[in-house]
């Protein structure tokens, strides 16, 4: 019940694609749904983050969709640069507290 | 975000020796403090939760006397790995609770070597 599962493992878009990374949980008291990005050999770097009383939020060229009832949450990368090649997890926990971090997704943009 | 520092950023020792590694909050003070391990090309792994002036919790798995936590001011946790061995070698990572929207932050991480 602690898990979350993501998917695909690894992505490859063309410069302006739109990589969709999909996030699936199982315990219905998380309550916090952050996505972080990660450099290699760097720690992860908040890149957004939802709470389950909205169904998308949007910070700049990153979204987050999110369907409670299916438990589960999806980021969307607009208009998607080389520079945002890295891995990004996602992750859930309740109050902010212990992050479980989901499997991580490897996206690569070419130019 | 919150600025997280962590000392060293890598470390090579030899087997059987204890390291150290320091991780601070430099722009807010941290009541609680989290300690992840990652291994390459892995996900993180919470190994414990440090929480200021009091025992530190330790997930499932995790050998409370081989990875010593202190956390004895609100600004700085460390972790010890005592009598480290090749298997411990990995990523180290902390992350602070705290900011507008509460978030956890993370630190630039501490890579491990143990030979």
């Known amino acids: 019940q602690q898990q979350v599962k993501q998917s695909p493992q690894s992505l490859i878009v063309q410069k302006g694609g739109i990589p969709i990374i999909n996030c699936a949980y199982e315990?219905?008291?998380?309550?916090?749904f952050p996505w972080y990005q990660q450099f290699p050999g760097k720690g992860p770097a908040l890149l957004i983050a939802i709470r389950p009383d909205v169904s998308e939020k949007k910070e700049g060229r990153f979204t987050i969709s999110f369907n409670k009832s299916a438990k589960q949450f999806s980021l969307h990368i607009m208009d998607s640069q080389p520079g945002d090649s890295a891995t990004y997890f996602c992750?859930?926990?309740?109050?902010?507290?212990?992050?479980?971090f989901g499997t991580g997704t490897r996206l690569q943009v070419f130019p | 975000g919150a600025v997280v520092s962590q000392h060293p950023s890598r470390v090579i020792c030899k087997s059987g020796t204890s390291v150290k590694i320091e991780c601070r909050s430099l722009?807010?003070?941290?009541?609680?403090m989290f300690w992840y391990r990652q291994f390459p090309k892995q996900s993180l792994m919470l190994m414990a939760t440090s929480n200021e002036g009091s025992k530190a919790t330790y997930e499932q798995g995790v050998e409370k006397d081989k990875f010593l936590i202190n956390h004895a001011s609100l600004t700085l946790s460390t972790l010890t790995v005592t009598s480290a061995h090749p298997e411990d070698s990995s990523f180290y990572i902390c992350s602070t609770k705290g900011g507008l929207p509460e978030t956890q932050y993370f630190g630039p991480g501490t890579r491990l070597l143990v030979l």
């Open positions: 722009d807010f003070q941290a009541t609680t």
């Open positions: 992750a859930a926990s309740r109050n902010t507290d212990k992050l479980i």
């Open positions: 315990n219905t008291a998380f309550d916090y």
